[in-house]
């Protein structure tokens, strides 16, 4: 893209012997990309305990300080993997440099050894979601990419599940947390040289959106590859790439609506990882192997019910394209009652601790089961949206607001229990209507996010763009004020957060 405009194909046509190795490496990078946020969730109490931190300290660590790199830093790495068409090269040097980090995390000593190590690994962690998509969108068929995207979001979950096994099992050894971090630090430099040896830059695939005379063509021809004559400055080219492509999801009908909705989605996604191994520990003290089951049930259920959300999406696609916005709803709105249940699954049980642990991990499997199956297939859907040649700097932008908003539930809750020692039943309270309140309100204003957003994606779909002159309109004047407001909000947050860890 850096000279010539590289050619589009309609379907891409990759031996599958490539597509599963490529699969299987990104599958592995992103895994062990976001592994650090599990080892942090499960040994919660002990690396506050062995880093004389607090809670409000931890809330730190798993919100913006990493957050906040993490957003920011995809934009000009994602760019550049678009600009040079080189998105291979750029994963392979933010797989090293992230698994580098990792190890510093494990080498740490105090909070401020660990918080740098974790804003350094944000650095390298950054694009790794939005390459690892935009590589996927284009290894195989449209209808095909919906399930491949659902492979590489498995990691989620079974880091969930081996984090649960290596929780119980360092605890039966007393082995220090720290080494898990250090474990994963020295494999992903190994993965990282896989990829680079074993993944190819594949051909980009077209756009679902049309281009035609709908007023979004020219936005939609320069952040598609074409630029201006080569007699002008790469300076001007990059500004238009980049100038282009906000102009583009700017003129989309439902990019608000979507992003939105999957932030708070992941917002409560993200405060259920951080915080519930800790409070079902607290609760159930006597399960000696409750992380383990725990971790079981989600990489299990988690991966099946992924998978099934991609499968699902693959086979209706003929008939419909907006199945993954209605399982993202309603899925998550059903799912947050049996959240309720595994919250208060002691009570429900008469405080009766076998009948509680019954009640927690059916509840548990029904919830991951019913909320599970919207990641790959709504990420796979706003890939196949955006321009085929800036579609991972899109994807940043798509993740940018999501990590700035769903960043802000471990901090809300770490200030909540700023006053309160982990472990007693008043941190045990306070946590219960913390999940209580965060996970089910994130779930229910996706859900309605998403459905106030199908007839929105339909058009888009359709290319029925806004039209007109952007320079100054209600809807880039709202873009701005929101923008701010956010900005705002992030910067208040990190603030009083860093005030109170003193």
Not at 406 to 435: C, F, H, W
Not at 470 to 491: D, E, F, N
Request: hydrophobic residues 50%.
């Amino acid at each position: 893209m850096a000279d010539d405009t590289p050619p589009l194909t309609t379907r891409p046509r990759v031996p599958i012997w490539r597509i599963t190795i490529s699969l299987i490496l990104l599958f592995l990078n992103y895994f062990l990309a976001q592994y650090d946020k599990f080892i942090l969730s499960y040994f919660q109490d002990d690396v506050i305990s062995s880093l004389g931190l607090n809670s409000s300290s931890y809330g730190v660590l798993s919100g913006y300080a990493t957050g906040i790199v993490y957003a920011l830093l995809a934009l000009p790495t994602a760019y550049l993997a678009d600009y040079t068409s080189a998105r291979v090269w750029v994963l392979t040097v933010a797989a090293l440099w992230w698994s580098l980090c990792a190890i510093f995390q494990g080498l740490s000593h105090n909070f401020w050894q660990i918080l740098l190590a974790r804003i350094g690994m944000g650095v390298g962690q950054a694009p790794v979601e939005a390459l690892s998509v935009s590589l996927i969108s284009d290894l195989m068929g449209k209808k095909y990419v919906f399930f491949g995207s659902s492979v590489l979001y498995v990691g989620v979950y079974i880091g969930e599940a081996v984090s649960g096994q290596i929780a119980v099992a360092f605890a039966r050894t007393d082995t220090p947390w720290n080494n898990a971090l250090i474990a994963i630090g020295i494999v992903g430099l190994v993965v990282a040289v896989f990829v680079r040896v074993f993944v190819r830059e594949p051909v980009r695939q077209t756009s679902l959106i049309p281009i035609g005379d709908n007023g979004v063509s020219e936005e939609h021809r320069l952040s598609s590859g074409s630029k201006r004559p080569s007699s002008d400055p790469k300076f001007a080219i990059v500004r238009d790439h980049i100038k282009s492509t906000l102009q583009y999801v700017i003129r989309m009908r439902s990019f608000y609506l979507l992003t939105l909705g999957a932030a708070f989605r992941q917002l409560g996604g993200n405060v259920f990882g951080y915080y519930m191994p800790s409070y079902l520990s607290n609760l159930y003290p006597s399960e000696t192997s409750l992380l383990s089951r725990y971790g079981i049930i989600v990489g299990v259920v988690g991966s099946v019910s992924v998978l099934l959300g991609g499968l699902l999406t693959a086979l209706v696609w003929e008939r419909t394209k907006l199945l993954p916005l209605y399982l993202t709803a309603i899925g998550g709105m059903i799912s947050s009652v049996f959240v309720l249940l595994m919250l208060f699954s002691l009570n429900v049980a008469h405080q009766d601790q076998s009948k509680g642990v019954a009640i927690l991990f059916g509840t548990m499997s029904l919830a991951y089961l019913t909320a599970e199956t919207w990641l790959g297939a709504v990420n796979s859907l706003i890939a196949l949206l955006l321009p085929p040649h800036t579609k991972t700097f899109g994807l940043a932008i798509w993740s940018l607001v999501q990590v700035l908003i769903y960043s802000s539930g471990p901090e809300i809750l770490g200030l909540a229990l700023r006053n309160t020692d982990a472990g007693t039943s008043a941190y045990l309270e306070k946590t219960r209507i913390a999940l209580a309140v965060l996970i089910p309100v994130g779930y229910w204003i996706a859900g309605v996010g998403f459905l106030l957003a199908i007839p929105l994606v339909r058009r888009d779909l359709a290319g029925d763009f806004v039209e007109g002159n952007l320079r100054w309109t209600r809807r880039k004047g709202g873009l701005m004020l929101g923008g701010c407001i956010l900005a705002a909000l992030v910067l208040a947050l990190f603030i009083v957060s860093i005030y109170y860890r003193a």
